[in-house]
């Protein structure tokens, strides 16, 4: 673990903060300083008060003075509770609970250092706690499936997610991003406030080969042109190195150890209709590193096949009060991936979301949705060969087939920067293992900015 992680979540912020601002430039230094020694602006929030979008207000006008010279913070917090209700691999009764801070900012490269439309961006993440999915799941089960709280995936470490650079060109026409990136900033991207990891974001990232979301980064570069204010095209190169995903490696910005380069394009159309947004995405993927091919055999055998193709589609249908800003939104995602390689060959996912149900709390929102994953038939291939053996008969792995994740959840908005969200979802057949029984698990989502 890396130092001061044992530290409470107070002291790795301010620390976080303390080696970020050691680290910036001194131009960078000197605007931030300029702009705390100017007289204080008025101030626009008080610390904790409702209608701030941060906990702790403006300080005293000193985040406004900071966003004007150019400098943004962001200090997010997310924590996700789980509780088996009934069902699961161990049918036990329990709740854990993970969480994700995360310390961001962002520099306005024109303001600060007079380079036109360019920005940096600079994000650490630190995850803890555990999830429910151990006991929900079969242990031995050759392919993973779902996870009921998604902020746990990666396991308790402290990381750096993001440091890029975004420099565009020709009035926004044409965007170059460089530097450490995770796949899900920009590829197969959608708005989610699901705690099922099964209609969250990048989906392709969950169950493609060596393609690593947040919080994992890794050295990439993409290149975006924006054709017209409602159709880009997209591609990317990311560096893949497994030892990214160690824990020891959080800050590590080395390349030694590099496995190969994966290949993302995406075409989208972001269109508004009748005043309501929409986004429809298509992308396709492929890498050139050798993965284990599944089938009957020994699981030595290996390929460099991967590839995959994915949707994204998303549509505002309804407005609630002559406001674009309530109503109902419809989506579905899916995505196939290689059938030599892949442990999840097949998603697909639907559901619904709703913005300001109620006239007397228009903030809230709620959303449903089900989820479909399927593993490839070539993993219960490797599964009869391996258990024909005889070390395998005497521990037996499980046959996979198919697992559907249902979710309801309703957001409470209790101020601007804190919300509650309770959920309910619904497992069948956790880990794809029909044996298993079906599961009802309870959560709950707290979020905060400060």
Do not use: C
Request: aromatic share 12%; proline share 5%.
């Amino acid at each position: 673990m890396p130092s001061g992680a044992n530290d409470s979540p107070e002291a790795r912020v301010a620390g976080d903060k303390r080696s970020l601002m050691r680290r910036l430039p001194m131009p960078m230094l000197a605007a931030i300083a300029a702009s705390m020694a100017a007289p204080q602006v008025a101030q626009a929030y008080s610390a904790f008060a409702p209608d701030s979008p941060y906990m702790f207000g403006d300080w005293g006008g000193n985040r406004t003075a900071l966003e004007d010279a150019g400098v943004s913070f962001d200090f997010d917090y997310v924590g996700e509770m789980g509780s088996i209700l009934d069902g699961g691999y161990r049918d036990s009764h329990v709740t854990k609970y993970s969480d994700q801070f995360a310390v961001g900012a962002n520099f306005d490269l024109e303001r600060l250092l007079s380079i036109p439309d360019a920005e940096f961006q600079i994000t650490v993440t630190n995850r803890n706690g555990h999830s429910v999915n151990d006991r929900l799941s079969d242990p031995n089960a050759t392919v993973g499936g779902s996870s009921v709280q998604e902020v746990q995936g990666r396991g308790p470490v402290t990381r750096l997610t993001q440091f890029w650079y975004r420099q565009r060109f020709f009035d926004d026409a044409l965007v170059v991003k460089l530097g450490r990136i995770p796949f899900g900033d920009d590829f197969a991207t959608i708005d989610s406030n699901f705690q099922n990891l099964a209609f969250g974001g990048a989906q392709p990232g969950n169950w493609g080969n060596n393609i690593y979301n947040w919080p994992i980064a890794q050295w990439a570069a993409v290149v975006r042109a924006n054709m017209t204010p409602q159709w880009y095209a997209q591609i990317g190169a990311f560096n893949l190195n497994d030892s990214n995903l160690d824990n020891d490696n959080g800050f590590d910005l080395r390349t030694s150890g590099t496995q190969g380069t994966l290949f993302p394009v995406e075409l989208g159309y972001t269109p508004t209709l009748n005043g309501m947004a929409g986004a429809y995405k298509l992308g396709f993927y492929t890498q050139n590193v050798e993965n284990r091919a599944y089938g009957e055999g020994p699981d030595t055998r290996t390929s460099d096949t991967n590839t995959g193709l994915y949707y994204v589609v998303r549509q505002q249908v309804t407005t609630r009060g002559g406001s674009a800003d309530r109503g109902l939104t419809l989506f579905s995602m899916g995505d196939t991936n290689n059938g030599d390689t892949a442990g999840i060959d097949r998603y697909l996912s639907i559901g619904a979301t709703y913005q300001g149900p109620f006239d007397a709390r228009p903030q809230d929102d709620a959303g449903i949705g089900l989820a479909y994953l399927h593993v490839n038939d070539d993993v219960n291939d490797s599964v009869d060969y391996a258990n024909a053996t005889p070390a395998g008969s005497l521990s037996p792995l499980p046959r996979q087939g198919h697992e559907y994740d249902a979710e309801v959840y309703y957001s409470v908005n209790l101020t601007n920067y804190l919300t509650l969200r309770p959920n309910l979802q619904y497992v069948v057949n956790p880990s794809a293992v029909d044996s298993v029984d079906n599961a009802w698990v309870l959560g709950t989502t707290v979020k905060a900015s400060f």
